[in-house]
């Protein structure tokens, strides 16, 4: 296993959700609850053994380890991220798991530097919400790609959806405060609209792009996914100073009331899939 290291600022490691343990632990929770879902992804864009696959912003590395199981020792996967706390964590685990096949890249995605033509696959999952120019990290990384290798991504398409019935006013500031705080940092909470003309503009045929979006109850493994974001970010917008104590006490109440009585739902945040193809030559647009 290699671990480049780029010269970070403590703040430039830090994002918008926070790097500690608690997030590390919601991050899991969601990569269990979004795995189905990714393998599928990877599947679609031809993640196979052998390959080699980057993780654009890779977090803690929780598809970093599946990816590098399913491409095996003849493969290797590029885990790429700007947080020294989360590769940290990946470097734990991936020893742990006796895995030799993970590069690690600690690295900001503007300033990442590969040889042209080096990666089979990109997989990226919400990164380009909190990035200021995701076509430029588009048009960045898609120099990286083979000819004929994808670029696989899940990033929302409208966050708005995300819905509690019965109707809750707390919750639904709390959804405006997620899209107001990645808005002050440079991101977008509806990204993913504006990715298939990304890839057009890069040479990156569109192969397939579809919805993902669930309604659940409280016994659905879903709902955890959404409740632990509701324990630890709600809180973490406070500290940022996009809710106050009061909203966030009532986002938490709505939620307890809301998974004690069976007869609750809730929408998902819509997430949308995209997978583009490189061709064999590409002529920049003109």
């Known amino acids: 296993?290699?671990?480049?290291?780029?010269?970070?600022?403590?703040?430039?490691?830090?994002?918008?959700?926070g790097t500690?343990?608690?997030?590390?632990?919601?991050?899991?929770?969601?990569?269990?609850?979004?795995?189905?879902?990714?393998?599928g992804a990877w599947r679609r864009a031809g993640v196979q053994r052998g390959k080699t696959v980057m993780d654009l912003g890779c977090g803690p590395g929780y598809a970093t380890l599946d990816l590098a199981e399913i491409v095996g020792p003849a493969g290797k996967v590029i885990a790429v991220?700007?947080?020294?706390?989360?590769?940290?964590?990946?470097?734990?685990?991936?020893?742990?798991r006796g895995f030799t096949n993970i590069e690690i890249v600690e690295s900001d995605v503007s300033e990442l530097r590969l040889p042209a033509g080096s990666v089979d696959v990109v997989w990226c999952r919400w990164l380009l919400i909190f990035t200021p120019d995701p076509e430029g990290v588009v048009?960045?990384?898609?120099?990286?790609?083979?000819?004929?290798?994808?670029f696989v991504l899940h990033e929302y398409g409208d966050y708005r959806t995300w819905r509690l019935h019965p109707r809750s006013a707390a919750h639904d500031r709390l959804v405006d405060a997620v899209v107001a705080s990645w808005r002050a940092h440079g991101g977008d909470a509806d990204v993913g609209l504006r990715l298939p003309g990304a890839f057009r503009a890069n040479g990156l045929r569109l192969e397939h792009m579809q919805p993902l979006i669930d309604t659940a109850t409280p016994a659905d493994f879903v709902w955890r996914w959404a409740a632990a974001y509701v324990e630890t970010g709600a809180q973490r917008l406070m500290e940022l100073g996009f809710l106050d104590a009061e909203t966030v006490a009532g986002v938490q109440a709505d939620w307890a009331a809301a998974?004690?009585?069976?007869?609750?739902?809730?929408?998902?945040?819509?997430?949308?899939?995209?997978?583009?193809?490189k061709g064999e030559i590409f002529t920049p647009p003109r």
């Open 20 to 39: 500690g343990d608690p997030e590390i632990a919601r991050l899991g929770l969601q990569h269990a609850v979004w795995r189905e879902r990714a393998l």
């Open 139 to 150: 048009a960045g990384v898609a120099p990286f790609l083979r000819g004929g290798g994808s």
């Open 259 to 277: 998974e004690a009585d069976p007869a609750s739902l809730m929408i998902t945040p819509l997430v949308i899939e995209v997978i583009g193809r």
């Open 1 to 17: 296993m290699r671990f480049r290291l780029a010269a970070m600022s403590d703040s430039e490691r830090d994002y918008v959700l």
């Open 81 to 96: 991220d700007r947080s020294h706390r989360f590769l940290a964590a990946l470097e734990r685990a991936a020893a742990a």
